[in-house]
């Protein structure tokens, strides 16, 4: 069982900057696949940016060159790291750890407005 605390979210105007944490209640070193995904209102939950052991980081094309996935071994946390933000980036993130089965985050809510 892997259970996931997500903190971060919150208003931010257009072009602002957010940083999202997910720390987990294990070694991150054992989790095969972690990552970001975010669900706005009406429509469905999609991938945003992932990293799965011995591949390349993935991006949402939509998010390439403003967000920024990173981890820290030692505190067991992920990060994504959100500049230039976008009305459309408004949603629900959800942090997500694939380990002997898929655990989801709480959610936090991120909203770009002016």
């Known amino acids: 069982q892997v259970q996931l605390v997500e903190s971060g979210g919150g208003l931010v105007q257009p072009g602002g900057s957010l940083r999202l944490s997910c720390a987990a209640s294990?070694?991150?070193?054992?989790?095969?696949?972690m990552g970001w995904y975010r669900q706005a209102a009406g429509k469905q939950r999609e991938r945003v940016a992932t990293?799965?052991?011995?591949?390349?980081?993935y991006y949402a094309e939509s998010v390439k060159g403003r967000f920024t996935f990173s981890s820290d071994n030692a505190k067991n946390t992920w990060y994504l790291q959100m500049n230039n933000l976008k009305s459309e980036d408004t949603a629900v993130y959800y942090c997500?750890?694939?380990?002997?089965?898929?655990?989801w985050g709480q959610g936090t809510q991120v909203t770009v407005s002016s």
């Open positions: 997500n750890a694939v380990a002997y089965g898929s655990y």
């Open positions: 294990v070694s991150i070193v054992t989790i095969g696949a």
């Open positions: 990293l799965t052991r011995g591949r390349d980081i």
